[in-house]
């Protein structure tokens, strides 16, 4: 079993700063790619950011220059660095990591979300 344990969430001004968390614990051989994802009150859940062990990213247009995706791999923990936040950045931020198990089993996980209301 992988879990995924999420974070650094809370209550932000529009204009303010958070930084999310989240660290993988469990039967991992190697780790792919991590990203955030997030779904906003009546929207679908939309790709944030991505960052693969090679250290490449990308960012969904909505953020581009405020979020910085970053990991360490040796804690098995990715980050999001969210500036200049935004009143429609609020939503329930989820972690996900791409990672086999073994050498013969590749599996996704989610973490359990974590609530970033952004608001004056």
């Known amino acids: 079993q992988v879990q995924l344990v999420e974070s650094g969430g809370g209550s932000v001004q529009p204009g303010g700063s958070l930084r999310l968390s989240c660290t993988a614990s469990?039967?991992?051989?190697?780790?792919?790619?991590m990203a955030w994802y997030r779904q906003a009150p009546g929207k679908q859940r939309e790709l944030v950011a991505t960052i693969t062990t090679a250290d490449t990213t990308t960012y969904a247009d909505a953020v581009k220059g405020r979020f910085t995706i970053s990991r360490d791999n040796a804690k098995n923990t990715v980050y999001l660095k969210m500036n200049s936040l935004k009143p429609e950045d609020t939503a329930v931020y989820y972690c996900?990591?791409?990672?086999?198990?073994?050498?013969?089993?590749?599996?996704?996980?989610w973490g359990q979300g974590t609530q970033v209301p952004v608001s004056s």
């Open positions: 469990g039967s991992i051989f190697s780790m792919i790619a």
């Open positions: 996900n990591v791409d990672l086999w198990n073994t050498p013969i089993v590749r599996q996704t996980y």
